[in-house]
């Protein structure tokens, strides 16, 4: 195996009742598994799972998987002992959906970060290096807790540069006459407490960034988010 390869591996023990079944699932699963997630069957035979089976997937880190086919009585003692997951289906398209399962679980993440809205800071409260109480009004869009935050100010004697990032953080607390608020819009003016590095001062503006986590490439992720 390729040393910087940073996929995560699915590593498998396929057990079957029959030759044709088991190239079958092989087929099938070899297929289902995208170029982002490694794929390691460890073995594919016919018969009952045995502790052979239990002590194989222990050590590649596997999931056993059962086609019409029953697990020896000790065999199963031991998988438990050994936290090694069996799981036995009669059905090929059950057991193809839980691997589809454990691919997804295995995708890497994008990170998705959006511009949601910009506060003017009015007041500063309080202000050491880490934590910041300031005061301030949505001039756009949205602010909501746990945003992610970067706090910008513009030079005022040059009225052309663009503004510079001194400082960035995350919103921990958000409120509104001192009671915590799930979301504020344009015009309200807010509490908040930000947890980050960098110095403030009022008439700097703040950017408010969502970051929103998506699978790569899973079914869930090509669908848009209710929100």
Sequence with gaps: TDDNDERKT???????????????????????????????ILRADVGTISDSDVLTA??????IYGFTVNVAGMSQKLADKEKVAIRLFNIIYQLSEDVRKEIDDRMPIDIITEDIGRVKILKVFFATPKKKIVGGEVAEGIVEPMAKIVIKRKD??????????????????????????QKAEVGDQVGMTIEGKGKIKEGDVLEILRETKVKKGSAEAAQPSAA
Excluded at 19 to 28: D, F, I, R, V
Excluded at 162 to 175: D, H, P, T, Y
Aim: glycine share 8%; proline share 5%; charged share 30%.
């Design 10 to 40: 699915l590593a498998i023990v396929l057990k079957a009742d029959s030759k044709g079944s088991l190239e079958a699932l092989e087929q099938t699963i070899t297929a289902m598994v995208p170029p982002e997630v490694r794929l390691s």
């Design 58 to 63: 222990r050590a590649g880190g596997a999931i």
């Design 156 to 181: 005022k004697k040059n009225k052309d540069a663009a503004a510079e990032i001194i400082g960035s953080g995350v919103i921990v607390e958000l409120q509104k006459e001192k009671r915590p608020l």
